[in-house]
């Protein structure tokens, strides 16, 4: 059973930065897309940030040119690096993957959920 647990969320002031990690345990082969997705209170689930099998990324344009992704095989570990961060970018944010080929934003395309990590960012 695969199991998604994500840490580095925290607060900070606009302007600066953060890592989230989603450490993939029990994973026996690769999740054919891993991503993050974030909901910000009474605001619908939105992706973020998502990598395939070949390693191709994909962005939300919200956060182009500011977020970046990388995945350490070894570790079956996914690290999301958030700079420039604002106050729009505030949201509990998840960790999701799935056995499926083609990443998706659609949430309910994904079999497999962290429990969360809140990222605040203050003006």
């Known amino acids: 059973q695969v199991q998604l647990v994500e840490s580095g969320g925290g607060s900070v002031q606009a302007g600066g930065s953060l890592r989230l990690s989603c450490a993939a345990n029990?994973?026996?082969?690769?999740?054919?897309?891993m991503g993050w997705f974030r909901q910000a209170p009474e605001k619908e689930r939105e992706g973020v940030a998502f990598?395939?099998?070949?390693?191709?990324?994909t962005f939300a344009d919200s956060v182009k040119g500011r977020f970046t992704l990388s995945l350490d095989n070894a570790k079956n570990t996914l690290y999301l690096q958030m700079n420039s961060l604002k106050p729009d970018d505030t949201a509990l944010y998840y960790c999701?993957?799935?056995?499926?080929?083609?990443?998706?934003?659609?949430?309910?395309?994904?079999?497999?959920w962290g429990q969360g990590t809140q990222v605040t960012v203050s003006s």
């Open positions: 029990g994973v026996i082969y690769r999740p054919d897309c």
């Open positions: 999701a993957a799935r056995y499926r080929r083609y990443c998706y934003t659609d949430p309910a395309q994904y079999n497999y």
């Open positions: 990598i395939d099998g070949e390693g191709s990324t």
